[in-house]
């Protein structure tokens, strides 16, 4: 399975969003020094109620630790945009 994939797998497991758009941009950052390594750099928009009442740190952390060791291994730069369907 690929990044992005797995990526997607955990986040809907852990979520259920309503919408969930995820963006390899690891192109972009060829020859950055966690691009070397074999980190991916990604953007992730998540729409799900989980998020009510959690401020943009907590949706944040949520979404780090719903991606596990993927934050460790697989994942050098993660733009995280997480909103609830309200704010839509």
Known sequence: M???EEIK???????VP????????????AGHEGAKSGGGHFAV???SSCFE???????????YE???ELMNRDIHALRINALTPEEL
């Open 2 to 4: 690929d990044r992005v």
């Open 9 to 15: 797998k955990r986040l809907k497991k852990a979520f």
């Open 18 to 29: 309503v919408n969930l758009e995820i963006i390899d941009e690891s192109r972009l950052h």
């Open 45 to 47: 928009t998540i729409v």
């Open 53 to 63: 009442d959690r401020t943009p740190l907590m949706r944040h952390r949520m979404v």
């Open 66 to 68: 719903a991606l596990g």
